[in-house]
T-cell receptor, first 115, second 115 residues
Framework: GDSVTQTEGLVTLTEGLPVMLNCTYQ??????LFWYVQHLNEAPKLLLK?????KRPEHQGFHATLHKSSSSFHLQKSSAQLSDSALYYC??????????????FGEGTKLTVSS | DPKIIQKPKYLVAVTGSEKILICEQY?????MYWYRQSAKKPLEFMFS???????DNQTASSRFQPQSSKKNHLDLQITALKPDDSATYFC??????????????FGEGSRLIVV
């Protein structure tokens, strides 16, 4: 079945350094890919979503490029901020059953940014 | 104001008891979901509903029963509670269905502790 792999469970960075969180996926078709961010004791919120026309989505300084050849959707930011500390989930849209779709989430990467 | 309301936010239950988690969404969405987040399995899909009909069920146990009395309601009844059921349960919704890359919007969660 479809799956998402996030290889880093924990990433610790110093403020100002670049961020790269890895995400690879397996799917029998071409799904949409998402990044969700979850701050402590809050709900997961959409950060980025892949486009169908190969455009690179960007939000709050984060961007991600969908590479179908390598089945990857890595999250990047040029300079980490303290407020970026959170749990980041990569997810793909699954066809689901009966025409509905659900998101399948990776294990998540906890990003901690220190000063 | 939160558009997806979950009640209660926190609850402690005794092993063997029954609880109902409430979810209402005011986004006008047609599809609703339940996800579970615990230390063992972050953001695990449980159920999806579309137009009040069950579309997908990835929960092995029949102790978990979703209930949809209205289009914008999807409650979760849990019977014969076990300590392993301790988790945060997130309700989510999306516009439409199918593999169209619909974004999921999450409620703030109901944190359940079973003692």
């Amino acid at each position: 079945g479809d799956s998402v792999t996030q290889t880093e469970g924990l990433v610790t960075l110093t403020e100002g350094l670049p961020v790269m969180l890895n995400c690879t996926y397996q799917s029998t078709y071409s799904p949409f890919l998402f990044w969700y961010v979850q701050h402590l004791n809050e709900a997961p919120k959409l950060l980025l979503k892949s486009f169908t026309d190969n455009k690179r989505p960007e939000h709050q300084g984060f961007h991600a490029t969908l590479h179908k050849s390598s089945s990857s959707f890595h999250l990047q930011k040029s300079s980490a901020q303290l407020s970026d500390s959170a749990l980041y989930y990569c997810a793909l849209s699954d066809r689901g059953q009966g025409g509905s779709a659900k998101l399948i989430f990776g294990e998540g990467t906890k990003l901690t940014v220190s000063s | 104001d939160p558009k997806i309301i979950q009640k209660p936010k926190y609850l402690v239950a005794v092993t063997g008891s029954e609880k109902i988690l409430i979810c209402e969404q005011y986004l006008g969405h047609n599809a609703m979901y339940w996800y579970r987040q615990s230390a063992k399995k972050p953001l695990e899909f449980m159920f999806s509903y579309s137009y009040q009909k069950l579309m997908d069920n990835q929960t092995a146990s029949s102790r978990f029963q979703p209930q949809s009395s209205k289009k914008n309601h999807l409650d979760l009844q849990i019977t014969a509670l076990k300590p392993d059921d301790s988790a945060t349960y997130f309700c989510a919704s999306s516009q439409g269905q199918g593999n169209s890359g619909n974004t999921l919007y999450f409620g703030e969660g109901s944190r359940l502790i079973v003692v």
